[in-house]
């Protein structure tokens, strides 16, 4: 991707430069850290003992990094540790192999799941200048259509607790696999995720989304506002008269970098979805649409779902039903018959802590006991724990 690089003064370019060009190498034999270093010679590498378990260690709290080259020599089941890897690593980081077998069909099955290179070992220094340095430190567009799982949330009506369900689903995604999530809000005027998460808003999102043009490399690193190691805000906080023009190139664009960066991103979606923010729809690979149990969820609910489904296919799109039991609301009966179906996914009300957490600007999976455990399935299912090997792999490398 070319990025359009606005001014930026140079102590800050060089330190997002040293970050974003770092090779990282875990082995174990002698003559092949020898090969790396000689290989790779003039790059901004670090060569260290181990294998991909250390690597995948690394990756739970590091990940500034651009590419990694890693070990899976004595690993007997190395398709399940590139599972864990995949789970923790960037889909804009380089992964390359060094393992004991000559097999190509086990080459062809890596290089299937969207690894860089793999090189039996030991390696040579003509291996690396060869085969690898280019693949590494050459000049490689990411493909578009690779990145970070999408994942929408959309309220059927309003206070059907979208934005609580997008924040809590983003940090226990975070904190189940220990991956990076972004959770971006497009609601740039009166949205409530900073509040809720008693943070400010980063400053860019608005300029990005209506201007790509001026989204330069350093816009994640400004506008992503740490709420843990793990998990990053994107937001604003825009005037409320102010006259946003935002763009679907600029959507488009502010999403790819995200998909570069981390392996989820879950996105507070307002509704109904002007047409600039339709590429969020056709990038999710979930589409959560909420409702309660209420007349107006229940008409909204069908318009939205139908309207996801005109953008991005049936296969998308999850009702959940929130605050279910709730009392005053409608029975369950009536609500799977009018909806047509058992609603895929389901949270009980979970009483005055919910909002008691949003007035605390504090997440309620610290303050509420049992969101965690109705939480659990919904992760399960975006996760995909369970799902087929490699299908799983492809969609955590990003392919
Ligand atoms: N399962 C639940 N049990 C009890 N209270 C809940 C539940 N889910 C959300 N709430 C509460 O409902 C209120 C509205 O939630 P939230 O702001 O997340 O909804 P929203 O759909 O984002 O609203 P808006 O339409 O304003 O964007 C908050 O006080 C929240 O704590
Ligand atoms: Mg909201």
Known sequence: MIANIAVVSPAEESASVVARDRIVCFVNDDLSAAALRKG??????????????????????????????????????????????????????????????????????????????????????????DQLRPKLLGDVAPSPDRGGHVVSICGAQGGAGATSIAINLALQIAETTKAKVALLDLHLQGGET????????????????????????????????????????????????????????????????????????????????????????????????????????????????????????????????????????????????ALGAEPDMVIPDLGKGMTQAVNLGIPALKHVSGLRRHLAPIVREITGVGADRKGMLRRLLGL
């Open 194 to 337: 900073a509040v809720m998460l008693g943070v400010q808003p980063g400053p860019g999102l608005r300029i990005a989304l209506e201007n790509p043009m001026r989204a330069d490399t350093l816009f994640l690193e400004r506008a992503a506002i740490d709420v843990n190691e793990r998990v990053c805000l994107i937001s604003a906080d825009e005037e409320l008269d102010a006259q946003l023009d935002i763009t679907e190139a600029g959507v488009r664009h502010v999403l790819g970098l995200l998909r570069q960066r981390f392996n989820y991103i879950v996105v507070d979606v307002p509704v109904p979805f002007p047409p600039s923010i339709h590429p969020v729809i056709t990038l999710s690979r979930h589409v959560l649409v909420l409702l309660e149990a209420e007349v107006t969820g229940l008409r909204n609910a069908h318009a939205l779902r139908t309207a996801v489904t005109n953008i991005a296919g049936k296969d998308r799109v999850f009702t959940l039903l929130n605050r279910a039991d709730r009392a005053g609301g409608l029975p369950r009966a009536t609500m799977v018959k």
């Open 40 to 129: 790779l010679e003039g790059s901004n590498l670090s060569i260290r003992r181990g294998t991909i378990r250390n690597a995948i260690k690394m990756l739970e709290t590091d990940t500034e990094i651009s590419a990694l080259v890693t070990d899976i020599s004595g690993i007997d089941d190395p398709f399940t540790e590139l599972e864990r890897l995949a789970g923790v690593c960037p889909p804009d980081v380089r992964v390359a192999l060094i393992g004991e077998s000559r097999e190509i069909t086990f080459y062809r099955e890596l290089m299937e799941i969207g690894l860089t290179e793999y090189l039996p070992r030991p390696l040579t220094r003509d291996m690396v200048l």
